[in-house]
Nanobody, 120 residues
Framework: QVQLVESGGGLVQPGGSLRLSCAAS????????MNWYRQAPGKERELVAT????????NYADSVKDRFAISRDNVKSMVYLQMNSLKPEDAAMYYC?????????????WGQGTQVTVSS
C-alpha cells in the first residue's frame, strides 16, 4: 500500500532554513507528480509546492515562491522541500501528498506530517 513518511521538521528561528524529506513506497514513484501541503492551526490545508514526475517542472504558492524549493530523487523514491528565509507564518504541519487516479477514482494519500515551528 502507499506509504508517505515525512521528516525534517523542527523549531527554527525566523530567517532560518529547514529541509523536509518524504520517503515514498508502495507505488511507482517516478510515475507521479508529488506535492507538499501545509496546515496551520485553525486554517485550511494549503498546497505549497508541486513537482512533476520527472522533476523537470515545479510550481509554488505565491507565499513561498523564491524561498522554498521542491525536488525529488526518483531512484531513492524521495521528495524534498528546502525552506529558506522562514517566517513565523510558515509555521504549520507539513504533509507530503500523492494524488492519483486509482481504480477509477481520484485518491489522495497523505503522510503523518512533520511539524515546522518558526519562532525566536
Amino acid at each position: 500500500q502507499v506509504q508517505l513518511v515525512e521528516s525534517g521538521g523542527g523549531l527554527v528561528q525566523p530567517g532560518g532554513s529547514l529541509r523536509l524529506s518524504c520517503a515514498a513506497s508502495g507505488f511507482t514513484f517516478g510515475g507521479y507528480p508529488m506535492n507538499w501541503y501545509r496546515q496551520a492551526p485553525g486554517k485550511e490545508r494549503e498546497l505549497v509546492a508541486t513537482i512533476t514526475s520527472s522533476g523537470a517542472n515545479t510550481n509554488y504558492a505565491d507565499s513561498v515562491k523564491d524561498r522554498f524549493a521542491i525536488s525529488r530523487d526518483n531512484v531513492k523514491s524521495m521528495v524534498y522541500l528546502q525552506m529558506n528565509s522562514l517566517k513565523p507564518e510558515d509555521a504549520a504541519m507539513y504533509y507530503c501528498n500523492l494524488n492519483r487516479l486509482w481504480l477509477g477514482a481520484r485518491r489522495n494519500y497523505w503522510g503523518q506530517g512533520t511539524q515546522v515551528t518558526v519562532s525566536s
